[in-house]
């Protein structure tokens, strides 16, 4: 074989793998550049930060069964119709831990019970939300005190476990949890309660799929203020879960982080 036709041969067999290969893996870039994306961070309130959740994560005409629905704050800037939406409340005899719907019958549960240890005292004058704050206990609880179970934060924590297996249930596989939650100082300890819940979901069988944080306008105002030691809470969290079956969770995980990268999602 003379030289020419060897570096030829070399040639074709430079070229012809690569060429096999971009005509099969041949990545096409498509989409916009833009800046009008669902963002992560948001300062104001509920009622306006929700609506953006939902566009990003809950298809328009999906099942959603608000089981906290406390005064409807959430929905204040959801155009009526856009979802079929189911809305209870404990105020009206409905339990978010044993809710009235069919295993796997729902698209998408809004979970937002009281998130903090205050509103979970076993005695009405304990409760924090009293006098002239009797409209943060009503905004935020149903008011009444707790029946035993755990204390103190742990009692938050219940609430929520429970609330997350109920929603567990009745989702159907791939439903969306949101769930909204503030962390919160107990006995002088940090409980970050939105890692309290994402490690207990996780382990239940849900994927944590996006975290919203939202951060109030007002400043907080703290009354009988000694000695600072933790920063005072002026945000909170929206978090979105989506229901798996156990032992696909890593397989679910893997597979829209694939298809991410593919629709150029390289990062958030
Ligand atoms: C923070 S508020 C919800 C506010 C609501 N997301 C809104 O937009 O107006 C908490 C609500 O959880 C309700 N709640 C407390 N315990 C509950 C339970 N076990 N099951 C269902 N709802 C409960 C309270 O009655 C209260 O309305």
Not at 95 to 116: E, F, H, N, Q, T
Not at 179 to 198: F, G, M, P
Request: proline content about 3%; charged content about 25%.
């Amino acid at each position: 074989m003379g030289a020419s036709s060897e570096s030829s041969r070399r040639h074709e067999q430079l070229i012809l793998p690569g060429m096999a290969g971009n005509a099969r893996n041949k990545r096409v870039q498509g989409g916009i550049t833009t800046s009008n994306v669902v963002v992560s961070a948001h300062v104001g309130g509920n009622a306006e930060v929700f609506p953006h959740i939902l566009a990003l994560h809950v298809p328009e005409g999906s099942t959603v069964a608000d089981v906290t629905w406390g005064k409807g704050v959430f929905w204040q800037n959801v155009p009526s119709g856009r979802y079929i939406l189911k809305a209870s409340d404990i105020s009206i005899g409905v339990d978010c831990r044993a809710l009235p719907y069919a295993d796997g019958s729902i698209d998408c549960v809004v979970l937002d019970p009281p998130y903090m240890e205050g509103l979970f005292r076993r005695s009405r004058e304990h409760m924090a939300g009293s006098g002239s704050h009797k409209a943060f206990r009503q905004n935020y609880s149903d008011g009444e005190p707790s029946q035993g179970g755990a204390k103190w934060h742990n009692a938050v924590l219940e609430l929520y476990f429970a609330a997350g297996r109920e929603a567990y249930r009745v989702l159907r596989n791939e439903g969306v949890l949101i769930v909204k939650c503030q962390d919160e100082v107990s006995a002088n300890v940090q409980r970050l309660t939105h890692l309290e819940l994402i490690n207990e979901y996780e382990r239940t069988g849900y994927y944590t799929k996006d975290l919203f944080v939202v951060v109030r306008r007002n400043r907080p105002v703290v009354s009988r203020l000694r000695k600072q030691v933790h920063a005072r809470k002026n945000h909170s969290y929206f978090l979105v879960f989506i229901k798996t079956r156990g032992k696909k969770r890593r397989h679910h995980f893997e597979r829209s982080r694939t298809r991410s990268s593919r629709m150029g999602e390289t990062s958030g």
